[in-house]
């Protein structure tokens, strides 16, 4: 079993649509979790970061993290074809000197 | 550009060959990292430099991968006598020893196919 476990989709949308991706994870010693977003053909690049349980919103997006039952989410409202892109949720350990440990990914397509 | 650059964008080699990939960080990040990526997989961690020093590396990097970060600047990735699973996109980042958000900025990686 992988230490972090994310649907891999695809996940197609219409235009405007509330988008949830989400992952859990089992080892209980992750405190920083990430939302990376990875376009075709280029590296990843961060979305939101934060470490502690509950909701972080950054304009169109929202990170949820429950860390009792080891589960993140992150959703999109309002989503746009600009959107479409591989979803990478990552988490690392206290003091691990940014090593992250990735999702799979979600690949999401939000149509027009 | 300041970004991280890599360099071959792709390398096609055939099997048994050696492969060298090269990494130039964001000029004043003090950490280096080298994931490797297979179709449909997230990154995965192989190993990380803190200025010149070697940190960590993953177990499951083989005894032919080696990676040197000389004088804390740029980096290297050799894969000796490579194989057809050594196939994968391998993606180079860095960041500043001060920032504690998990921000890597990640180069648009190195793509490897073994025939």
């Known amino acids: 079993q992988k230490e972090v476990e994310q649907d891999p989709g695809p996940l197609s949308v219409p235009e405007g649509a509330i988008v949830s991706l989400n992952c859990t994870y089992s080892n209980s010693a992750f405190q920083y979790f990430m939302w990376y977003r990875q376009y075709s053909r280029k590296g990843p690049e961060l979305l939101m970061y934060t470490y502690s349980s509950g909701n972080k919103e950054d304009g169109r997006f929202t990170a949820q993290v429950d860390k009792s039952s080891k589960y993140i989410s992150l959703f999109i409202r309002d989503s746009q074809p600009s959107d479409s892109a591989t979803y990478l949720c990552a988490m690392s350990f206290r003091n691990a000197g940014n090593m992250l440990t990735f999702g799979g990914g979600t690949r999401l397509m939000v149509k027009p | ?115």
């Open chain 2, 1 to 115: 550009d300041t970004g991280v650059s890599q360099d071959p964008r792709h390398k096609i080699t055939k099997r048994g060959q050696n492969v060298t990939f090269r990494c130039d960080p964001i000029s004043e990040h003090n950490r280096l990292y080298w994931y490797r990526q297979t179709l449909g997989q997230g990154p995965e961690f192989l190993t990380y430099f803190q200025n010149e020093a070697q940190l960590e590396k993953s177990r499951l990097l083989s005894d032919r991968f080696s990676a040197e970060r000389p004088k804390g600047s740029f980096s290297t990735l050799e894969i000796q006598r490579t194989e057809q699973g050594d196939s994968a996109m391998y993606l180079c980042a860095s960041s500043s020893l001060a920032d504690y958000t998990g921000e890597l900025f990640f180069g648009e990686g190195s793509r490897l196919t073994v025939l």
